[in-house]
T-cell receptor, first 115, second 112 residues
């Protein structure tokens, strides 16, 4: 079984400042990693994913994440945030091989952009 | 032309009732899922269906039963609703069991 830890439940950032949302995972097998964003009263939208290959992954809305196998981390970054980035961000993992389907999510990080 | 749709968006009902939530995807995906998001926004997988076969079933009470009439639909039926069932339920779909998942807008269920 795998687990995901999002270390910060809430991250306040000033507009146009950089941000990093932290995600660590635990798994005994190889995994696929995802970041999803949830705007208020909406469903989840995929920001980016890591399946294999380059450890630096670029996603939508200027976000990127870096897979670090030795540290079992998949932190999300954006160099300059906007008010519209205010949302809940979820890191998720699934086994890359066989095994249980479905995503295992972290508890989420609420990104608050301050003007 | 919404990719994954759910009905209803809001559902308010009393304890003990039976209710269903419908999910449809027009992406041609072969795998569909149900997730529950609690009041603290924690998301947990409930079920997944691949080619009309139940793949996983986490520790979900048997009052919950997924029903898939075809590949494009995965409905969630809940019997004898309890207060603790109040949550937002999300449907999702993917191509293959490890493909990226596309989520519906959610159904907010309130049990009084």
């Amino acid at each position: 079984a795998q687990s995901v830890t999002q270390l910060d439940s809430q991250v306040p950032v000033f507009e146009e400042a950089p941000v990093e949302l932290r995600c660590n995972y635990s798994s005994s097998v190889s995994v696929y990693l995802f970041w999803y964003v949830q705007y208020p009263n909406q469903g989840l939208q995929l920001l980016l994913k890591y399946l294999s290959g380059s450890t630096l992954v670029k996603g939508i809305n200027g976000f990127e994440a870096e897979f670090n196998k030795s540290q079992t981390s998949f932190h999300l970054r954006k160099p300059s945030v906007h008010i519209s980035d205010t949302a809940e961000y979820f890191c998720a993992v699934t086994e890359s091989g066989g095994g249980a389907d479905g995503l295992t999510f972290g508890k989420g990080t609420h990104l608050i952009i301050q003007p | 032309d919404t990719a994954v749709s759910q009905t209803p968006k809001y559902l308010v009902t009393q304890m003990g009732n039976d209710k269903s939530i419908k999910c449809e995807q027009n992406l041609g995906h072969d795998t569909m899922y149900w997730y529950k998001q609690d009041s603290k926004k924690f998301l947990k997988i409930m079920f997944s269906y691949n080619n009309k076969e139940l793949i996983i079933n986490e520790t979900v009470p048997n009052r919950f039963s997924p029903k898939s009439p075809d590949k494009a639909h995965l409905n969630l039926h809940i019997n004898s609703l309890e207060l603790g069932d109040s949550a937002v339920y999300f449907c999702a779909s993917s191509q293959g069991r490890k493909g990226e998942q596309y989520f519906g807008p959610g159904t907010r269920l309130t049990v009084t």
